[in-house]
Structures are given as C-alpha cells and as structure tokens.
C-alpha cells in the first residue's frame, strides 16, 4: 500500500471577499502555524523554513518575508515598481530595528493560529487587512518578526492603469487603518510603532499616489525625449 499522505487541500468558495476566505481557510488549517500567500505570488527555496524559524521564540505571533518584482523587466513601470520594492523591504528592516515591526505582508507571511483565531482573524471591514491584524498583534503585545531572506516574487502591474487602480486601493486602505488604529500614534507602550512606523507610514500612502505622478512624467519625458530625436 501507499504510504504517500495529500498535502494539499484545495477549498472552492463563492466570491465572498479575500478575508472571509482567508478566515475560512484559517479555521480549516490543523497545523499551529499557517503560512499566507499571494495567489500571482512565486516562493524562493527555503522561504517556508525562514519564516517557520523565528517561531522558536514564543513571544514571536508572526513573520512576514520579502518581496521583489518577477515581472520588473516588462516595461519602465515594472522597472519602477522593482526600486520601490526595494525600497519596502528597507522599510521593514529600519522598523524592526527600533522596535517598531508592524507589518504582516499577505504576500507571504506567517502566523501563529491559535493567536489570530483568539483575535478574530483578519477583518472584512477594511481593504488592508494585513496591516490592520499586523497592528492588532502589536497592541495585545505580541511580536512580529521580519525575515528578508524569505523572499517572495510577485508580479506588479504592467499597465498604467493596473497601476492606479493598485494604488488608490493602497491609499484607501491605508486611511482606514490609520482611522482605525489612531490611538497607537505617539503612543508611549509602543514607542517603535507609534512614533516611527506609522508615520512613515503616513507617508507611504501619500507616496503611492504621487508614484503614478512620478512614472508618468517619466513616461513624458522619454516619450518627448525620442519625439523630439526623430
């Protein structure tokens, strides 16, 4: 006989919004830690392991690993789009260094189930509901852990369009987790996050808005630029 085991589960739903089927899949998973992952998302050997490590540590309730741009030479966007992330995952390692790691990426993240289970899992009121759970964790003083050697490649908008739809989701989104967690800033129990994290934060919703401004004038000026050389 087999002694094979499926690892694999695979759950149809109908189209009840990404949360909902994530806190589906939450209460179907039988293992302590679940890992979450963008569905156009490519893990890097070794990725699940590095994020599963820092969990030896039990004050650590989640991690949450890198992400670089798959698609970065598919046009002057996605060559942008590969700085900026760049740029995230910076973000991330100055924020862990003061103490102020909020961040919980559904691009690849992972989490213990028995504390989110406890806190509701991920919310269906807000668009961002990785920020907001990574926020949550902090508040009830657990600790999350960034992990840059777990990557994941993901694939960015290739169209300017794509892109500002992408982008005024992040900015909306981003506004109702600053509404919803505004009594964290300058908080003094979380020094890190309050007075650093969000808002830089705060800035970085602005930013992805003024990035379509910003690839756009580029755009311009190459396209005037070869216009005018013939």
Known sequence: ????????????????????????MLNAAKNPIVITIDGDTLIEKGSIQRLAAPFSEKAVAATTGSMKVENHDNGILTWFQRIEYLGF??????????GGMYCTAGTLSAFRK?????MGGFSSRL????????????????KIVFVPQATARTNAP????????????WARGG?????EHKDIYA??????????????M?????????????????????????????
């Not at 995952?89 to 003061?98: A, D, G, I, P, T």
């Not at 028995?114 to 406890?118: Q, R």
């Not at 908080?187 to 830089?200: A, T, W």
Request: net charge positive; aromatic share 12%.
């Open 1 to 24: 006989t087999s002694t094979r085991k499926r690892i694999i589960r695979a759950f149809r739903t109908e189209h009840i919004g990404k949360s909902k089927v994530m806190n589906m």
């Open 89 to 98: 995952s910076l973000f991330n390692e100055m924020c862990q260094r003061v």
């Open 202 to 230: 705060s800035y970085w919703y602005f930013h992805s808005i003024m990035v379509i401004l910003i690839a756009l004038e580029v755009i311009l000026g190459y396209s005037t630029y070869y216009i005018a050389a013939g």
């Open 175 to 179: 506004i109702q987790v600053l509404k």
């Open 127 to 142: 668009l961002l509901e990785d920020k907001d759970l990574g926020i949550r964790l902090v508040k009830s003083g657990h």
């Open 114 to 118: 028995d504390v989110i289970s406890k």
């Open 158 to 169: 290739e169209s300017l369009s794509r892109l500002i739809k992408q982008r005024f989701r």
């Open 187 to 200: 908080d003094r129990k979380h020094p890190g996050v309050g007075f650093f994290s969000l808002p830089f």
